[in-house]
């Protein structure tokens, strides 16, 4: 309990005399005083941090802290960020979960999650936002490269020896990261018929990441590359390690509608096909179409949570454009005024370049090189030029910038 001070009594810990103190608590058989409470505060807390990786229950931010945080970077989406921000929150409050005596024999399984959407739609930047607001280390991977052990390209143990690099090769950090694994898409199995040759970079890397995904020891070479006897090796838990993956899924739809019409069948069956949105149905996704695209049902369990990202609007584009906190003409706009010259976009050049956006059908991925190809001239001339004062990008200028670049003499299909 605390009590008066007096100058008799001194802290137990530090010496000070209690006039000096402030407060002291007294225990059984001596006294602390307020400043190493605080100190042995601190202390736990640090260790608590460094046997969970940096990460502790009270630390992780709500979902609705977290879907805030991600409304600032990504525009839309609201159904994926929220299902990301609920599995983000109990897979960081599992790892620093405190000892229950109501539970102590429930163990709470991880939960990675599969995100699908067109190109361009945010997948990776939803990834790096996430890793961003909770300060773990977090690496983007390739599953493209990636090819069963003894083929050449990358064993999938690589992908360990990314998050290790970014997490300077600290493994309790390392073990608390996120990955996320791009293309997953490209590693489906390519046929469904036995064949004599190996799948080496599809059904067979699906094989090989099952166990990643789970949870297991991996002995990771720090520097990357591949395995070989005499190499130092770091040794690994994936048990905590939280793994994204994301796919555009090219041609899903054709097996989402397939399943969808078999299913309309029976009484007031017509009616409930006339609620089926035919522009966007990626938002009807369930596992058992990813199984009929070619990923192998154990690698599915092991990514139960699974959410898609809504192709991208006019509006939505609009947006990207100009609102989140990163937005792609603020980025031109700090570019410019750091040589002194104010950049402004009318609204009209806005519209042009989103109209060339939804042309070219690259998503938000293709805004920046639309932009890139209008600023050139003017990123050429401006630092050089004696005048420094402002830029207006309007349609007209625009027109022209696009209309002499090679990305209007090669439009994307």
Known sequence: MAKKVSSKEICSFCGRPGDEAGLLIAGFSGHICDSCVEQAYQIVREEVKANTGGVTHGDVPKPKEIKAFLDEYVIGQDEAKKILAVAVYNHYKRIGQPSSKKFKDVEIEKSNIILVGETGTGKTLLARTIAKILKVPFAIVDA???TEAGYVGEDVESILSKLLQAADYDVKATERGIIFIDELDKIARKSDNPSITRDVSGEGVQQALLKLLEGTDVNVPPQGGRKHPEQKMVKINTRDILFIAGGAFNGIERHIG????????????????????????????APADLKKFGLIPEIIGRLPILTY????????????????????????MKLFDMD????????????????????????????RSIIEAIMTEAMFEGPSSTEKSMITIDKQYAIDMLASHVISKHKVA
């Open 144 to 146: 493209t490269v990636l």
């Open 258 to 285: 397939s399943r969808l019409k078999t299913n309309m069948l029976g009484y007031g069956a017509k009616k409930e096909k006339d609620h089926i949105d035919q522009a966007n149905l990626l938002q009807y996704i």
């Open 309 to 332: 990202l809504n192709p991208l609007d006019r509006d939505a584009l609009r947006r990207i454009l100009t609102e989140p906190k990163n937005a792609i003409t603020k980025q031109f």
């Open 340 to 367: 002194g010259v104010e950049l402004v976009f009318t609204d009209e050049a806005i519209d042009h370049i989103v109209d060339k956006a939804i042309e070219f059908k690259i998503g938000a991925r293709g805004l």
